[in-house]
């Protein structure tokens, strides 16, 4: 079964940090990009960050640029966000997903279950 | 950054009842657009990728159509499962932007 397990949320204070993992599992990990998609509470879906499958195209939302570090370890099948100098805006469920195969032009096939992140002092 | 906008924002609509939802972006997209569902306290699950193609595993009664800037996805006939919130995405640029969402409810 192909599935992606996030980890690593929680509440935090302003100004600190905190790393989000994403496990995948029943599928070839290093031949798709991955993607982080947050939902700050009773609103809609912004997108994060984006790695290509080597790791060789980085981007991120201006809102988190520069705080936020998008990862993965392909021997590993895991996906990570560092994410640093959190502030109350980030307060969202942080979903992983994985890019669909050639053709489907980039759409997100597949999400995990997402993991809560509160920054609240 | 390409927006995205979604119309309407909610509808009520009644089972049976044929359901039309638009997305216009900002500037083309070309056929890099994908519609999402929602169910609370669900995450996203893909319905339509690249404007009209059905994702597997999704009913046939849902359909994606449009190119460049203007997309619609339609539900021939609506299901007391198809109550949720769609959204529509932009896969052609970064950032990858996302409509509000149109939320679907029961009439």
């Known amino acids: 079964e192909v599935q992606l397990v996030e980890s690593g949320g929680g509440l935090v204070q302003p100004g600190r940090s905190l790393r989000l993992s994403c496990a995948a599992s029943?599928?070839?990990?290093?031949?798709?990009?991955m993607h982080w998609v947050r939902q700050a509470p009773g609103q809609g879906l912004e997108w994060v960050s984006r790695?290509?499958?080597?790791?060789?195209?980085?981007e991120y939302a201006d809102s988190v640029k520069g705080r936020f570090t998008i990862s993965r370890d392909n021997a590993k099948n895991s996906l990570y966000l560092q994410m640093n100098s959190l502030r109350p805006e980030d307060t969202a469920l942080y979903y992983c997903?994985?890019?669909?195969?050639?053709?489907?032009?980039?759409?997100?096939?597949?999400w995990g279950q997402g993991t809560m992140v509160t920054v609240s002092s | 950054d390409i927006q995205m906008t979604q119309s309407p924002s909610s509808l009520s609509a009644s089972v049976g009842d044929r359901v039309t939802i638009t997305c216009r972006a900002s500037?083309?997209?070309?056929?890099?657009l994908n519609w999402y569902q929602q169910k609370p306290g669900k995450a996203p699950k893909l319905l339509i990728y690249?404007?009209?193609s059905l994702q597997s595993g999704v009913p046939s009664r849902f359909s994606g159509s449009g190119s460049g800037t203007d997309f619609t996805l339609t539900i021939s006939s609506l299901q007391p499962e198809d109550f949720a919130t769609y959204y529509c995405?932009?896969?052609?640029?970064?950032?990858?932007?996302f409509g509000q969402g149109t939320k679907v409810e029961i009439k």
């Open positions: 997903a994985k890019v669909g195969r050639i053709g489907m032009l980039d759409a997100f096939d597949i």
């Open positions: 029943g599928f070839t990990f290093d031949d798709y990009a």
């Open positions: 790695i290509s499958w080597n790791s060789g195209i980085i």
């Open positions: 500037q083309s997209v070309n056929r890099y």
């Open positions: 690249a404007a009209s």
């Open positions: 995405q932009q896969s052609n640029n970064s950032p990858r932007t």
